[in-house]
Nanobody, 121 residues
Framework: QVQVVESGGGLVQPGGSLRLSCAAS????????MRWYRQAPGKQRELVAS???????NYADLVKGRFTISRDNAKNSVYLQMNSLKPEDTAVYYC???????????????WGQGTQVTVSS
């Protein structure tokens, strides 16, 4: 089993910053790509940022220049530094990790429960 847990969400004013953390634990061979998604009320879940095992990042256009994704492979963790937050960033943020099994070498997508980010004055 693999557990993925997010933390760091909260209430922040427009222009403020938050840092989200996500840690994976359990039994697995390795973690490949890791991603942050978000889902606002009444909207579909959307990809915010991703980072490969080697550290190569990618960002959605709406967050480029404001958000930074990083990871610590020794801790099986991924982070999302969010600066210059806007009300439209309000959403539940989910961590997703591509986890490779110890047996069969299959890659399974593992999701956390999400952490609420609210940007409001």
């Amino acid at each position: 089993q693999v557990q993925v847990v997010e933390s760091g969400g909260g209430l922040v004013q427009p222009g403020g910053s938050l840092r989200l953390s996500c840690a994976a634990s359990g039994s697995f061979f390795s973690i490949e790509d890791m991603r942050w998604y978000r889902q606002a009320p009444g909207k579909q879940r959307e990809l915010v940022a991703s980072i490969a095992a080697g550290g190569r990042p990618n960002y959605a256009d709406l967050v480029k220049g404001r958000f930074t994704i990083s990871r610590d492979n020794a801790k099986n963790s991924v982070y999302l530094q969010m600066n210059s937050l806007k009300p439209e960033d309000t959403a539940v943020y989910y961590c997703n990790a591509d986890v490779k099994e110890r047996i069969w070498s299959r890659v399974l997508g593992s999701w956390g429960q999400g952490t609420q980010v609210t940007v409001s004055s």
